[in-house]
T-cell receptor
């Protein structure tokens, strides 16, 4: 079973920031928080990951709370192409098979 | 250049047939995986290989047999196909060690008639 809880769906206006929450209250000290997304009919796409500190890359920012029990993925300027299912996954190793939950279906609206 | 490529993209066949799906990665990764996404859209791990050796074999019927001829390839052979095998199959790869994301192919859509 997935170790994370995410809202089933969210809407975001195009050009606005999309903030996707994730709860992982049972996370262990050596586990990372990974975010992937799956755009319709494509394979999952890696977005970002972090352990304790906040992270930023060209796609998104990841904010992890100090107690590490929750995190937020931020897409700073959502576009229609960001419409996808977003998965928050907790794992202790990059090459451990990923356990996918139901994710959050993000709809970006023009 | 495609990092993880799967062939074929679509596969339509009849019940009882035997089929293979091929996967190749050009990322130099040590570990490769097969995932299955069913009609309810749940993604689940099937197999994991590291340096051509089987690491993980989830509860998958023995009609499914993965084969890794080298580190860059992980093929999936399925015998005696059943209706319930209809799904999208994704190959993925990653470098060994912590802090390494997985990279996925675009999937093979298998439909059993």
């Amino acid at each position: 079973d997935a170790k994370t809880t995410q809202p089933p769906s969210m809407d975001c206006a195009e050009g606005r920031a999309a903030n996707l929450p994730c709860n992982h209250s049972t996370i262990s000290g050596n586990e990372y928080v990974y975010w992937y997304r799956q755009i319709h009919s494509q394979g999952p796409q890696y977005i970002i990951h972090g352990l304790k500190n906040n992270e930023t890359n060209e796609m998104a920012s990841l904010i992890i709370t100090e107690d590490r029990k929750s995190s937020t993925l931020i897409l700073p300027h959502a576009t229609l192409r960001d419409t996808a299912v977003y998965y928050c996954i907790v794992t202790d190793s990059g090459n451990t098979p990923l356990v996918f939950g139901k994710g959050t279906r993000l709809s970006v609206i023009a | 250049d495609t990092a993880v490529s799967q062939t074929p993209k679509y596969l339509v066949t009849q019940m009882g047939n035997d089929k293979s799906i091929k996967c190749e990665q050009n990322l130099g990764h040590d570990t490769m995986y097969w995932y299955k996404q069913d009609s309810k859209k749940f993604l689940k791990i099937m197999f994991s290989y590291n340096n051509k050796e089987l690491i993980i074999n989830e509860t998958v019927p023995n009609r499914f047999s993965p084969k890794s001829p080298d580190k860059a390839h992980l093929n999936l052979h399925i015998n005696s196909l059943e209706l319930g095998d209809s799904a999208v199959y994704f190959c993925a790869s990653s470098q060994q060690g912590p802090n390494q994301p997985q990279h996925f192919g675009d999937g093979t859509r298998l439909s059993i008639l």
